[in-house]
């Protein structure tokens, strides 16, 4: 019994510190669109946004934008992770090679992006579990709604905003929004 009380107090302490909220997008690995395992814990200390895209969506063009942001960002600590995902209107059917092809030939993408996952319904990745749980994050939960809805996230991995699909990446909102998390220092 003395070595259980120890051992059990050990355990509830550590899921009331999960339960309370101390997850950052570091406790989460995708699968690179080459299907390498990509912990997220590699942008330690950047500023991301997590996108989750489609290639066949009206907002699809936001590609351009999203590549002109990262590009004007990127030496300042500021990273674009593109997330796949085939949850509305099947306007992601593609592999993830043909994702890739897609966005290098069309939109010269160069951020990051990552194997396609679902980020709504039962099967939903475990990190948009976390991006979209309304009890832990009251101001940037609630389902994802469309392809292109944006993360905004801090240096210390917590997440800073969310953008609805229609807000473009270079609108003078989410500009602000990632200069404002990226602070006044250049990297």
């Not at 003395?2 to 051992?7: E, G, Q, T």
Request: proline share 7%; with cysteine; net charge positive.
């Amino acid at each position: 019994m003395r070595v259980i009380a120890p051992l059990l107090f050990s355990l509830l302490f550590c899921a009331a510190a999960l339960m309370a909220g101390d997850k950052t997008i570091y406790d989460f690995t995708l699968n690179s669109i080459d299907g390498q395992p990509a912990p997220l814990a590699a942008y330690k200390g950047h500023v991301v946004m997590l996108v989750n895209v489609a290639s066949r969506c009206g907002f699809t063009p936001q590609y351009t934008a999203l590549e002109s942001i990262y590009e004007k960002y990127k030496d300042r600590g500021f990273v674009i992770v593109g997330i796949p995902a085939n949850n509305f209107g099947s306007q992601e059917p593609g592999t993830n090679q043909e994702i890739k092809t897609f966005c290098s030939s069309k939109y010269s993408v160069t951020f990051p992006m990552m194997a396609k996952v679902s980020v709504k319904g039962d099967d939903k990745t475990p990190l948009y579990q976390y991006l979209t749980d309304k009890a832990a994050s009251p101001k940037t939960g609630g389902e994802i709604q469309w392809n292109f809805t944006k993360f905004l996230v801090g240096p210390d991995g917590g997440i800073v905003a969310r953008f609805e699909p229609k807000v473009t990446p270079d609108s003078p909102e989410v500009t602000s929004a990632i200069e404002k998390a990226l602070g006044s220092e250049k990297r």
